[in-house]
């Protein structure tokens, strides 16, 4: 078989842009036909979702329902990056990470992101600003995390949650790219954070 025939694209032929897509998803689609609960617990809820294919056929998907959550990249006044040290248990090790938490039922984004950094790092700030939003597990969670910028900061006291424990501590801008590059960080909304806020200085 020649090269040609393997490859019906030309090598001369450059690949499609976004721009060239159709704008409707719809041949990319799943559409749900039956549904189960798998496991609801205190905070994950687990389903198992029959869904039918856009070729015709059907498969399963296995994914958690998640309450969303917020994370806060807080920006000390000598521009150092506010972080914790926490042990995850299902990583089996202490990371470093930013604050965060997630939302309470019905509770305003803005509003948990305040909530949390006091709560976890005994600090408030003045002034707030959304970065962006990301969904960290797209292919078995619904989970969403909203981003805050959280500036002009005051020190007061914290209040970690009962069976909470962590370390604060300040990191500079380049300490953080150099902790991602060397896989000290591998967070990855602190890494994602760490994206906004460089290319937001980079901006201004």
């Known amino acids: 078989m020649s090269s040609s025939e393997s490859n019906p694209k030309s090598n001369s032929e450059p690949e499609k842009s976004f721009s060239d897509l159709s ?23 687990l389903k198992k ?3 039918q ?34 042990f995850r248990y299902p990583v089996d090790a202490a990371m470093i990470e930013i604050p965060a938490g997630k939302l309470e039922l019905g509770e305003d ?4 992101a305040q909530r949390e950094l006091l709560e976890e ?9 959304f970065l962006g939003r990301i969904h960290p597990v797209i292919s078995y969670s619904t989970e969403i995390i909203d981003i805050y910028l959280a500036k002009d900061l005051t020190l007061g006291e914290r209040a970690l949650d009962e069976g909470e424990f962590l ?14 590059a060397s896989g000290k960080i591998t967070d990855v909304k602190t890494i994602i954070s760490v994206y ?5 200085l980079k901006n201004l």
């Open 23 to 45: 704008e409707s998803d719809e041949h990319l689609r799943e559409h749900r036909t039956s549904s189960e609960d798998v496991y609801l617990g205190k905070f994950l809820h």
């Open 53 to 86: 294919l856009p070729d015709g056929n059907t498969t399963y998907r296995e994914y958690l329902i998640h309450p969303g959550a917020v994370a806060i990249m807080p920006i000390l006044n000598d521009g150092r990056i506010l972080l914790e040290r926490q």
């Open 196 to 200: 906004h806020l460089a290319r937001r």
């Open 109 to 112: 984004p803005l509003l948990c």
């Open 49 to 51: 979702d029959i869904v």
């Open 121 to 129: 790092t005994g600090y408030s700030a003045k002034s707030w600003e």
């Open 167 to 180: 370390d604060v501590f300040a990191a500079s801008l380049d300490e953080m790219h150099e902790w991602i």
